[in-house]
């Protein structure tokens, strides 16, 4: 989401104050950070950042500013140390607070905060055009906000409730992206599959939403794949997946956080199901999207987590074997409700934890890959493999793949790769025709 973010206010820097954009940091005369207030490691990362450019200061002129996905309680620490602090709400502002350097002054800012998080201004946001970062990967935001409030997570108190954009605009970006040649596009929310639910009556559901992207593609004379990202159990409907294997655009690849395999535990994270209400979506997904891959993320050593509850989810990690896990160390996030309970599980204990699933995890992924030798797989090229001589792929599932060539040409483009080794994480091919598909 940051990601997507960041190219919207790269459009509004460059055509309306006159600064150009630069890769290399150190001739950058204006330098910002849109920041994740979910985990602590990365607003960690935003301290050291932040101490290295005012040290620049001494040196040269610059102006620093920062936004982004950030809890109260950081955003009045950066105060002290950002020239500009600002709500994403609020980007259309940002040149002129640029002009005036800064003049967001710390008491009105309190008083936002007071009222924080703002979705007020988000229609306006999502008109920006962005700049993308990629010519052939694309993120497109759809909503905004959540109004789970799963008890580990600062997202509500950083990006506010639920809002939808119009799927007017929606389905419009799409035609125009994959107009201009991109092949990947990613629907982004923070809970993609509520979307239009605090527009009923007024806006289309999420099932409807993807089956006008399906009907789009059906039309389009191209090849593109669409995902989403991130969706919750408690939307996670039999439609979704009835329309996904409806429609070749729509990419046999889904991400469901689980969090954790108990129920116990994923009652105090306030999660809203079960592991069996989330077991029947995994064997619709199975029934429904055999070829699928299934993505999912997960916690371990959350507050009270014994060593039963974690045994249970190296359970449904043997259970559901899926192709890629995000296994995060639970971190106490200051105004989400577990931040007044006790962090007990000592940090010691969560890396054992997080060692052991990641085994585990490790141990399906090579069955996964494995079975994939020998068969012909259409990937989309991404960029140079670390392996010199080497391309990087994706599969539709998103696998990593490799293959032998220089050819730069193919980023960006659709080949068939015929699989002919695999690692625990990734997959080798080789190319069996030179002609690209779709462009």
């Not at 993505?295 to 190296?314: A, Y």
Request: glycine share 6%; aromatic share 10%; net charge neutral.
């Amino acid at each position: 989401m940051n990601m997507s973010d960041s190219e919207r206010v790269r459009t509004i820097i460059e055509t309306r104050t006159g600064y150009q954009w630069t890769d290399n940091e150190d001739e950058a005369n204006l330098v910002g950070i849109l920041a994740c207030s979910v985990r602590q490691k990365a607003i960690d990362k935003v301290y050291s950042r932040i101490q290295k450019w005012n040290k620049w200061k001494d040196s040269k002129s610059l102006i620093t500013f920062i936004s982004g996905c950030i809890l109260p309680s950081d955003m009045e620490k950066f105060l002290k140390l950002f020239d500009i602090v600002f709500r994403m709400s609020e980007l259309e502002k940002l040149p002129e607070m640029i002009r005036q350097y800064g003049v967001v002054t710390p008491a009105s800012l309190f008083n936002d905060l007071n009222n924080m998080p703002g979705n007020e201004s988000i229609d306006n946001f999502w008109k920006v055009t962005p700049q993308y970062n990629s010519d052939f990967e694309a993120f497109v935001p759809i909503q905004n906000g959540c109004d789970k409030f799963c008890t580990f997570c600062a997202v509500p108190y950083t990006r506010g409730r639920e809002v939808s954009r119009p799927s007017d605009e929606i389905i419009g970006e799409i035609k125009n992206l994959v107009d201009d040649g991109y092949k990947s596009i990613t629907l982004l929310g923070q809970n993609v599959n509520s979307y239009g639910l605090d527009k009923k009556g007024k806006e289309i559901s999420f099932p409807k939403l993807l089956r006008s992207i399906g009907e789009l593609g059906n039309k389009m004379d191209t090849d593109f794949w669409v995902y989403f990202t991130s969706p919750h159990p408690r939307d996670m409907t039999d439609e979704v997946i009835e329309v996904i294997a409806q429609y070749n655009c729509l990419a046999k690849q889904i991400h469901l956080p689980i969090q954790s395999g108990d129920d116990k535990v994923l009652m105090r994270m306030n999660r809203k199901h079960t592991v069996e209400q989330y077991r029947h979506i995994i064997d619709t997904i199975w029934r429904l999207l055999p070829q699928a891959t299934i993505f999912t993320d997960i916690i371990v050593g959350f507050t009270g987590e014994t060593d039963d509850q974690f045994e249970n989810t190296r359970k449904i990690m043997d259970e559901f074997k899926y192709n890629m896990a995000y296994i995060a160390q639970y971190s106490v996030r200051p105004g989400a409700t577990s931040s007044r309970w006790a962090d007990d599980v000592p940090r010691e204990v969560k890396s054992v934890r997080y060692h052991k699933l990641s085994n585990d995890l490790r141990k399906h992924t090579a069955v996964h890959n494995k079975a994939l030798v020998g068969k012909t797989l259409q990937v989309l090229v991404t960029g140079n493999a670390r392996k010199q001589g080497y391309l990087s792929a994706l599969t539709q599932g998103k696998i990593v793949c490799r293959f032998e060539s220089v050819n730069n040409n193919l980023i960006g483009k659709f080949v068939y790769l015929k699989i002919i080794s695999s690692t625990d994480f990734s997959v080798e091919g080789e190319m069996i025709n030179v002609e690209v598909i779709s462009g």
